[in-house]
C-alpha cells in the first residue's frame, strides 16, 4: 500500500507447463493420476460451508472408461437447494461489506494454491473426470483458471476506481458506489472446461455477490475439488454454495426465488433460452430485473481465400476442430476451402488426421480421448450415420467410433456439397468438422453463406495474405462471431488478452476475461451531498 492506493498484483497469464517426459510435473502428474483413479471419493453439497451428504447418490464415471467408477455424488433435494439459498442471502451483508481487497486477496491466494500446490490434483481431476489429455487439463484447468483469479482481482479495482465521477463543484461532493447485486446469483456451469466452472461463481463473488453453484452432471468431481481450494483460500461459508443436483429442479427453485438478482450461464441455447423464458414469465413475482449473462452454443468456422498459407490453414483445422474431441463452444466445425487450396492440400490434410492418436488420457501420447457420455456420443454418431447416406456428402477422415470402453469417436471429416446441410449449420459439438469446398472465384458470395447458415455467432477465423482480402472478411463477418481470428484457429482465447463471447445464439457477449463481465455483477449506486442546500424554494425567474 502506498499513499493509501491498493494495487492487488500485476496480472500476467501463467506459463503453461510441457509434461515433457522426464520433467517434474510429469512425474507429479502420472503420480497424482494414480492415487486418484484408485479410489471412490464421495461428494456431497456444500451449503453454508457445511458438507452435506443426502444418501441421493448417483455415480460419476470416466468417459474413457465408462465402467470404472470415481466418485458417488450426493444429490440435492428441495431442502438443501433452499438451504443453499438461504445461506447465500445470509451471507450477503458479510460478504458485500467485506473490503473489495480481502475479496480480492482470498481469490490470489487461489490462484497461487492452484499454480503450486494443488496444481497436479485438478489437472488429474479434470483428465480423469472430463478425459481431457495433460496439455488441455494444463490449459484449462490450470493456467486459465489462474489467469481469471488473477485478472479479475485487478478488474475489480478497475472497477472501484473508475466508476467514480471525476467532478464535484464547490458546494457538493459526488460520489460513486459500486455495490454488488440484491439477492443471489445462480451460476450454472459446463463440463467442458474447469476453468469456467470456478469462474462463474467466483467472479460474481469478487463484486461482493453470495450465490448458488449448480456444477455439471459430468464435472463433479473437477468442480467439487476447486470448491474446497477456494474454501482453503480463505472464502467464507455461505459465499459459494456448491449444489449437485438435478438441472430441472435446481433451476426452477432458483429462477421462482423472488430473491434471485443474476443468472451466470455457460451451456447450450435451448437451455440458456429456457431460462430466460422462465425468468420473464416470473417477472413480477422478483424483487429485481435479474442480470442474465449467458455464452451458449457456437458453429465455429474457418474461411480460406485462396491466397493463404496452406500449411497454416492445414494446422489449424485439425488443431481447431479436434483437440479436446471438438468439445469446446469455440471449435471450428465447419470450414469454406477454396477449390484450389483443397485440391493441394487434401492428401496431406487426411494423412495427418490419420496420425490422430485416441484413447485414454492417461496413455499421455494420446492427442484425443473419448466424448463425455452416452448421450452426447449418440447425438455425434446420428450426424456421422446421416452423413453417409446423404447425397452430396463424402467422409474423408475418420467416420468410426467405439463405446465398449469408452465413448470413442475417430476425428471426422465431412465434405459436404450443400454449405447449409445439417452438420454445415447446427452444433454437434465433437469431433466433426464439415467442409464447403466453394469455387476460387466466389470468396465474397461465401462470405454471405458463412454469414447467414448458422444462428450462431461465438467465433470465426479468416486466412488470407493480401490484406485486402482480409477486411473485406471482417467487413462481411462483423457480426459472425464475438472473437475473430486472423491466420489462427477460431479457439484458445487467453484471459486479459482475447475477452471472449459472442451473440446472437451464442449468448449476450458479455466477456468473460475482461472488466466487462464485472461490471454486470454491480449495481452502482450515485450519492450527492450537497454543503450548501437552498433555504427558499423560489427561483429568479418569478421576479417581474
Not at 490453414?313 to 468439445?327: H, I, K, P, T, Y
Not at 469431433?431 to 470465426?460: K, N, R, W
Request: charged residues 20%; negative net charge.
Amino acid at each position: 500500500m502506498v499513499n493509501n492506493v491498493v494495487t492487488p498484483p500485476t496480472p500476467v497469464n501463467e506459463p503453461i507447463l510441457a509434461y515433457l517426459p522426464g520433467s517434474i510435473e510429469r512425474v507429479e502428474l502420472k503420480a497424482e493420476l494414480a492415487r486418484q483413479e484408485a479410489e471412490i471419493i464421495e461428494i456431497p453439497c456444500i451449503i453454508n460451508g457445511e458438507e452435506v451428504f443426502t444418501g441421493n447418490v448417483v455415480e460419476q464415471v470416466m468417459p474413457h472408461d465408462h465402467s470404472h467408477v470415481i466418485a458417488r455424488v450426493h444429490l440435492a433435494g428441495e431442502v438443501e437447494i433452499h438451504g443453499a439459498i438461504d445461506s447465500a442471502l445470509n451471507a450477503h451483508d458479510m460478504w458485500s461489506s467485506m473490503p473489495w481487497e480481502s475479496r480480492s486477496a482470498i481469490f490470489l491466494k487461489a490462484s497461487e494454491l492452484l499454480r503450486g500446490p494443488r496444481r497436479a490434483q485438478i489437472n488429474a481431476a479434470t483428465m480423469l473426470n472430463q478425459s481431457k489429455t495433460c496439455h488441455q487439463a494444463e490449459i484449462d484447468a490450470a493456467c486459465e483458471l489462474i489467469d481469471f483469479w488473477r485478472f479479475n482481482a485487478d478488474y475489480c479495482r478497475q472497477i472501484y476506481e473508475d466508476l467514480q465521477p471525476p467532478v464535484s463543484p464547490s458546494s457538493m461532493w459526488n460520489s460513486s458506489e459500486v455495490r454488488p447485486l440484491e439477492g443471489f446469483v445462480f451460476s450454472v456451469t459446463p463440463f467442458n472446461f474447469s476453468s469456467i466452472a470456478a469462474n462463474l461463481p467466483s467472479s460474481a463473488a469478487i463484486m461482493g455477490n453470495t450465490g448458488v453453484w449448480k456444477p455439471s452432471r459430468n464435472s463433479y468431481v473437477s468442480n467439487y475439488l476447486l470448491m474446497k481450494l477456494m474454501m482453503e483460500a480463505g472464502l467464507p461459508p455461505g459465499v459459494i454454495n456448491f449444489i449437485p443436483g438435478k438441472a430441472s429442479q435446481v433451476g426452477k427453485i432458483c429462477i421462482d426465488h423472488p430473491e434471485l438478482a443474476g443468472v451466470h450461464f455457460t451451456g447450450s441455447t435451448a437451455v440458456f433460452r429456457s431460462i430466460w423464458k422462465d425468468i420473464a414469465n416470473n417477472l413480477e413475482n422478483l424483487r429485481s430485473y435479474p442480470r442474465i449473462v449467458g455464452e451458449t452454443g457456437g458453429k465455429d468456422f474457418i474461411v480460406a481465400h485462396p491466397d493463404c498459407d496452406r500449411q497454416a490453414l492445414l494446422v489449424a483445422m485439425l488443431r481447431g476442430s479436434f483437440e479436446f474431441q471438438g468439445q469446446k463452444c469455440s471449435a471450428s466445425s465447419r470450414a469454406y476451402v477454396p477449390q484450389s487450396i483443397w485440391d493441394a492440400i487434401k492428401d496431406d490434410y487426411c494423412a495427418e488426421v490419420a496420425k490422430i492418436t485416441l484413447g485414454d488420457p492417461r496413455n499421455f501420447s494420446n492427442f484425443m480421448s473419448a466424448v463425455i457420455d452416452r448421450k452426447s456420443f449418440d447425438n455425434i454418431v446420428g450426424y456421422i450415420e446421416r452423413a453417409k447416406s446423404a447425397e452430396g456428402c463424402e467422409i474423408v477422415t475418420g467416420g468410426n467410433y467405439d463405446d465398449s470402453v469408452g465413448y470413442f469417436i475417430e476425428p471426422t471429416t465431412i465434405i459436404c456439397e450443400d454449405p447449409r446441410y445439417e452438420s454445415m449449420a447446427e452444433e454437434i459439438f465433437g469431433p466433426v468438422l464439415s467442409v464447403h469446398v466453394y469455387p476460387d472465384a466466389e470468396f465474397e458470395q461465401i462470405l454471405v453463406t458463412c454469414d447467414s447458415t448458422s444462428e450462431y455467432a461465438l467465433t470465426g477465423s479468416i486466412f488470407a495474405k493480401d490484406r485486402r482480402n482480409i477486411e473485406t472478411a471482417l467487413k462481411a463477418l462483423k457480426y459472425s462471431a464475438g472473437n475473430f481470428y486472423i491466420n489462427d484457429k477460431p479457439t484458445g482465447a487467453v484471459v486479459g488478452q482475447q475477452p471472449f463471447g459472442g451473440a446472437r445464439g451464442s449468448g449476450t457477449n458479455d466477456k468473460a476475461g475482461s472488466p466487462l463481465n464485472l461490471l454486470r455483477w454491480v449495481s452502482p449506486r450515485s450519492i450527492k451531498e450537497t454543503f450548501a442546500p437552498p433555504h427558499s424554494w423560489g427561483y429568479g425567474f418569478l421576479s417581474e
